[in-house]
C-alpha cells in the first residue's frame, strides 16, 4: 500500500462522516465558550439575565454532548488502520496475529513518543539552567559570599521628592479624597487618607512601595499617645476589619515594580470606590446588607461593590 492511503480496513465513508463530526464538535465547544464570554446581557432585570445565561448554557452543553456522542458512533465505524510506522525491523512486531495478549509494537510506540519528549523537555531545561548559572557549592558560594557586595534594587530607591510629587498628583486626582504625607521615622512615608465622611487609611511605604494598610472609621481615632499614627491597632469596627483585609488583598493584586506610581495611582483609584461604602447595594443579590454588613468587597477592574460571600 502506498505512502498515505488509508488501509482497507478503514470506512471511507464514515471517515468523511467523522471528520464533519469533528468540526461540528468544534463549532458546538466555540459557542459554549462564547456564551460565557458574553454572559448576561440584552435583559432588563438580573433574574432575566441569569435565566437567559442558564438556558443558552444549556442549549450549548446539549449540543457538545450531542456531537460528541455522534464523533464516537462514528469512531466505532471507522476502523482501527495498521500500525505502519518505520521503526526499523521492530515493524515485523505488529504482523503479531495475536497482538491484543501481547501488544509489543503499541507499547513500544508509546515508550519511543515518550523517549522524545523527554528529551525534548530536557534539552529545554539544561538551556535554562545554563543561563542562570547556579553554583551551589559550598567552597564557592562562601568565597563569592566574601568578594561580591549585594546589589540593591534600583526601583527600591527613589528620592522622597519624587515620592511627594507622586503623592500629590494623587492628591489633586481626587476632590473626596484627602492625603496627609509625613515620614516619622526617616525617608519611609506614612499617609493619612481621608475618604469623605467613610472612613480613614493609614498606608506604611516604603519609598513608593505600600507594605501596610490599616482602615478605620472616619470618627475612630488614628493617632497614639504620643501623637504618631497607629499603625498596629484595628478597628473596632468588623466592616473596617473587612475592608482592612481587601485592602491587603488589594496590594499584592496591584503589583508592578517597575512602576511603582502606576501601582500606587491603581490602589488609590480602588480605595476611592469606598465613597459610597453605606450607599451602594451589592451588585449580585441587590441587598444593602448581608449579616448586617454592607458590600465591603470592590471589584479590582469594575470596582463594583459585592457582599464578601456574593463575589466568589
Request: hydrophobic share 40%.
Amino acid at each position: 500500500m502506498a505512502e498515505g492511503v488509508l488501509s482497507p480496513g478503514v470506512n471511507l465513508e464514515a471517515f468523511s462522516q467523522a471528520i464533519a463530526a469533528i468540526q461540528a464538535l468544534r463549532s458546538s465547544v466555540t459557542r459554549v465558550f462564547d456564551c460565557l464570554k458574553d454572559g448576561m446581557r440584552n435583559k432588563e432585570t438580573l433574574e432575566g439575565r441569569e435565566k437567559g445565561f442558564v438556558a443558552a448554557f444549556q442549549e450549548s452543553l446539549h449540543s457538545v454532548s450531542r456531537d460528541l456522542g455522534e464523533l464516537e458512533r462514528l469512531s466505532n465505524l471507522v476502523g482501527k488502520p495498521s500500525e505502519n510506522h518505520p521503526l526499523h525491523n521492530s515493524g515485523l512486531l505488529s504482523l503479531d496475529p495475536v497482538q491484543d495478549k501481547t501488544p509489543l509494537y503499541s507499547q513500544l510506540l508509546q515508550a519511543y513518543k515518550w523517549s522524545n519528549k523527554l528529551q525534548y523537555h530536557a534539552g529545554l531545561a539544561s538551556g535554562l539552567l545554563n543561563q542562570q548559572s547556579l553554583k551551589r557549592s559550598a567552597n564557592q558560594m562562601g568565597v563569592s559570599a566574601k568578594r561580591r557586595p549585594k546589589a540593591q534594587p534600583t526601583t527600591l530607591v527613589l528620592p522622597p521628592q519624587y515620592v511627594d510629587d507622586v503623592i500629590n498628583r494623587i492628591d489633586r486626582m481626587f476632590p473626596e479624597m484627602s492625603i496627609q504625607l509625613s515620614r516619622p521615622n526617616g525617608t519611609s512615608a506614612m499617609l493619612l487618607v481621608t475618604l469623605g465622611k467613610v472612613l480613614k487609611v493609614i498606608v506604611v511605604m516604603r519609598s513608593l512601595f505600600i507594605d501596610r494598610t490599616i482602615v478605620k472609621g472616619y470618627s475612630e481615632n488614628v493617632y497614639t499617645e504620643d501623637g504618631k499614627l497607629d499603625i498596629w491597632s484595628k478597628s473596632n469596627y468588623q466592616v473596617f476589619q473587612k475592608v482592612t483585609d481587601h485592602a491587603t488583598t488589594a496590594l499584592l493584586h496591584y503589583q508592578l515594580p517597575q512602576m511603582p506610581d502606576v501601582v500606587v495611582r491603581s490602589f488609590m483609584t480602588w480605595l476611592r470606590s469606598y465613597i459610597k461604602l453605606f450607599q451602594a447595594p451589592c451588585q449580585r443579590c441587590g441587598k444593602f446588607l448581608q449579616d448586617g454588613l454592607p458590600p465591603t468587597w470592590r471589584d479590582f477592574r469594575t470596582l463594583e461593590a459585592f457582599h464578601d460571600t456574593c463575589r466568589q
